[in-house]
């Protein structure tokens, strides 16, 4: 089993950046693909980001793009979404995700096997 727990989440204007950390323990955490997705209120979840495990291939969601910037730490267990140029449109639950390694490439909830507890990320205008 692997344990993720995520934090950085909070309050912040338009315009603003969050780190968001992913530590995990269990299970051996470079052997995984990581990601992120959200919920926003009455909303579906969606896919984010995902990072490969060697961190060679990384993947955005197109509203994401050039804003946020997905990366990990293997050394550390720990996984960062670097989030910038904020909008309120961001505001979500953020949600650190693990998958085997040829899943990264997924945007299916499905595909991804461990999940956090979650991280609220409010963005205000």
């Known amino acids: 089993q692997v344990q993720l727990v995520e934090s950085g989440g909070g309050l912040v204007q338009a315009g603003g950046s969050l780190r968001l950390s992913c530590a995990a323990s269990?299970?051996?955490?470079?052997?995984?693909?990581m990601g992120w997705f959200r919920q926003a209120p009455g909303k579906e979840r969606e896919f984010v980001a995902a990072?490969?495990?060697?961190?060679?291939?990384?993947y955005y969601e197109d509203s994401v793009e050039g804003r946020f910037t997905i990366s990990r730490d293997n050394a550390k267990n720990t996984g960062y979404l670097q989030m910038n140029s904020l909008k309120p449109e961001d505001t979500a639950v953020y949600y650190c995700?693990?998958?085997?390694?040829?899943?990264?490439?997924?945007?299916?909830?499905?595909?991804?096997?461990?999940w956090g507890q979650g991280t609220q990320v409010t963005v205000s205008s």
């Open positions: 269990g299970r051996t955490f470079s052997s995984y693909s």
């Open positions: 995700v693990l998958a085997p390694p040829l899943r990264v490439g997924s945007r299916r909830e499905y595909d991804w096997n461990y």
């Open positions: 990072i490969s495990w060697s961190s060679n291939r990384i």
